[in-house]
């Protein structure tokens, strides 16, 4: 699979997203560490977690425990990079709920270490803005724990271009990613995709099938990836994940998966090259 690069760390071009293997409608544990094993038999080296990913207020971090869980039992899972958050929380009613204060995502760090079983996270990302906390004092948190080893690289998520800058420079250049929802659903990202193709930094879009009730429905709601697909063959999401790939050479999609055989699609997407015609009519959205 073809790589590429999240601040010091050279990564597979497609990702895999966790958040459905634990959230409402998971699977059982059986299939989603099949589903893990399956990326990574297909070369996946990138993994996206958080410890907000969970149904009940007494199993925080559920999707990190069973990543962890998932590597330590294949051959190539210290080849992996994993990738979670902090800052939302989910109190066990469905809601999302935010905390941005320096306190809390310092010690969802702490906990986030020890349930993924290191000593180092190697990408913590703030995981959404807390309108009740000033942007700076949550990215403050970052370069805390970046200067105190607790993890090695430092990112963002749900931010806006102004959240970007900012968070480059608190951060003095540190800054490895920005994940954002895109999608042909969900294309006003482009702004923030554009500003990391500018400044060098990854971009990982989460959602990028349109969600997870609504990936498979993607080729429907969007024909010209249906029409570009019979070409090659190949499914609609495989053709969208290689059009996002040739948008910009710092988009890194990380597409959510629970079910072994869409993991290897959407990995295999990393392989598929279109022309500049293609390309073309599929970035008219």
Not at 146 to 171: C, T
Not at 247 to 268: L, Y
């Amino acid at each position: 699979m073809q790589t590429r690069r999240i601040g010091s760390a050279q990564v597979s071009a497609i990702g895999l997203g966790g958040m459905p293997m634990s959230i409402e409608g998971r699977p059982d544990q059986a299939r989603s560490i099949a589903t893990i094993h399956a990326a990574l038999d297909a070369g996946v080296t990138l993994i996206d977690t958080a410890d907000a990913y969970h149904v009940g207020a007494d199993e925080v971090g559920h999707n990190e425990t069973l990543i962890a869980k998932a590597l330590s039992t294949h051959s190539a899972g210290s080849e992996v990079l994993v990738a979670t958050k902090g800052g939302h929380l989910r109190p066990g009613d469905g809601t999302w709920t935010v905390d941005g204060s320096p306190e809390h995502i310092k010690r969802a760090c702490e906990l986030s270490l020890t349930r993924l079983g290191v000593e180092a996270i190697g990408l913590y990302q703030f995981h959404r803005p807390d309108p009740q906390v000033p942007y700076a004092d949550s990215i403050g948190a970052l370069a805390d724990l970046l200067d105190s080893g607790k993890i090695q690289m430092a990112g963002i998520s749900n931010a806006n271009p102004d959240q970007i800058r900012l968070a480059h420079k608190i951060l003095g250049g540190r800054l490895a990613s920005v994940q954002n929802q895109y999608s042909p659903a969900f294309p006003s990202s482009r702004p923030e995709l554009d500003l990391c193709t500018e400044l060098g930094i990854a971009f990982l879009p989460w959602s990028p099938l349109g969600g997870i009730s609504n990936a498979r429905r993607l080729g429907l709601r969007h024909l010209p990836f249906t029409t570009v697909a019979q070409t090659y063959g190949v499914s609609p999401q495989r053709v969208c994940l290689a059009w996002m790939l040739a948008t910009s050479p710092v988009v890194i999609p990380i597409p959510g998966s629970s079910r072994p055989a869409t993991a290897v699609d959407s990995a295999a997407a990393a392989d598929l090259i279109l022309t500049p015609e293609e390309f073309a009519r599929l970035d008219a959205i």
